[in-house]
């Protein structure tokens, strides 16, 4: 692209703060929470993560765009390169944006991808000064302007997110042993793939479906976007679950929904963990784990009622990575497990809740195993 070519486009954080660079991909305003996240690769996959409904993202990887973006086939409803069906940032910040690409299955460029979901880009931004500027004063909201646009601030965690992304419809997956509730808060597709690998019949249903009605062996509450606190339905149909004895698997907001629901409290994080490489300890162990994260709240440790004890926590700051009921069949974990991308070290965690199945329906006398 010549400079005469180019458009500019102004990034103004709510503190007042300006950056300005250029623009790629749609070239439309949007608002939203600027969050930034330090993986060197995914794209394509975080691009996708329902999880950043309403967020302004910025990648502190330098360079962006040199892989382009896959193709999917239409035919397969859990599309292998990306964890939805669509685009859900509301805008791409970086610096450095590679208008070639390479990738053996690249079928398009980011610019054009972008293009096709309406989404705007900005590149030629410091990404490190704004990451620092997060850092120092906290996930701020934003918004990004073209030339020749305007937009007001958005505040997605007044809104419920998860209303936006979850299934609108009861849909089945695989013809397995196991049954499992899926209770879609905004899953990540490389979850399903996960567990239809175990055998399993998914029946996946939206955030607020009354699934007391279902028959099923084990309950899987996934991951999506926002205020947990937002999701009250969710909360009160997770509430009658735990009166049950079968085993419930919870990932990110369904880990902060699940301690909602037996009673703890959750809050926002100053900014947020959204990594490749996140390090987490099982509590009780010395055993440390490398994980893919996103989220912006977190389940306040010290709220855990009777019951209730962490499962993990993170080496970085303490904050809640998990936890688990001392006698039921209840676990779940903060970060993802089934990152797609990686990394897979905590990938052991779908089979314990497989054990856990076992252990319930008389197979397996040794389930509910926090050990690998």
């Excluded at 999917?72 to 409803?77: L, R, S, T």
């Excluded at 793939?193 to 955030?207: E, F, Q, Y």
């Excluded at 970085?316 to 990394?343: C, L, R, V, W, Y």
């Amino acid at each position: 692209m010549r400079d005469d070519q180019r458009v500019g486009v102004r990034l103004t954080l709510e503190d007042g703060t300006v950056y300005r660079g250029w623009s790629f991909g749609a070239p439309v305003a949007a608002a939203g929470e600027v969050v930034f996240n330090t993986a060197m690769t995914g794209y394509p996959e975080s691009l996708t993560d329902p999880s950043y409904r309403g967020q302004i993202l910025c990648l502190t990887y330098p360079l962006v765009g040199n892989y382009g973006a896959p193709g999917k086939n239409e035919q397969d409803d859990l599309f292998l390169f990306y964890e939805s069906s669509g685009v859900h940032i509301s805008a791409l910040i970086v610096s450095d944006y590679s208008f070639e690409y390479s990738h053996w299955n690249a079928i398009e460029s980011l610019d054009e991808w972008l293009r096709r979901s309406n989404v705007p880009g900005v590149f030629g931004i410091d990404t490190r000064a704004l990451t620092k500027r997060i850092r120092e004063k906290g996930a701020m909201l934003g918004k990004v302007e073209p030339e020749g646009t305007t937009i007001g601030f958005y505040d997605p965690n007044k809104v419920n997110l998860v209303a936006e992304v979850s299934t609108s419809a009861r849909k089945v997956y695989g013809n397995g042993r196991y049954r499992i509730m899926l209770v879609d808060y905004g899953v990540k597709y490389n979850i399903i793939r996960n567990l239809l690998k175990r055998d399993t019949t998914i029946i996946r249903v939206p955030w607020d479906y009354d699934y007391s009605i279902e028959e099923y062996d084990g309950l899987f509450l996934t991951n999506g976007p926002g205020d947990p606190k937002m999701c009250r339905v969710a909360i009160d149909n997770i509430r009658q679950s735990l009166d049950d004895d079968r085993p419930i698997f919870g990932i990110c907001l369904g880990n902060q929904l699940m301690a909602l629901a037996a009673g703890a409290d959750t809050y926002k994080l100053r900014y947020g963990h959204r990594s490749h490489n996140q390090p987490v300890l099982m509590v009780g162990t010395d055993r440390a784990y490398i994980t893919s994260q996103n989220h912006g709240f977190a389940v306040n440790n010290n709220t855990l009622p009777a019951g209730w004890e962490p499962l993990f926590v993170n080496v970085n700051d303490n904050t809640n990575e998990g936890m688990k009921h001392i006698s039921k069949p209840f676990f779940s974990t903060q970060f993802h497990p089934e990152a797609s991308g990686g990394p897979t070290d905590t990938d052991f965690m779908f089979d314990l809740f497989i054990d856990n199945i076992d252990k319930v329906l008389g197979r397996r006398p040794d389930g509910h195993r926090f050990h690998v």
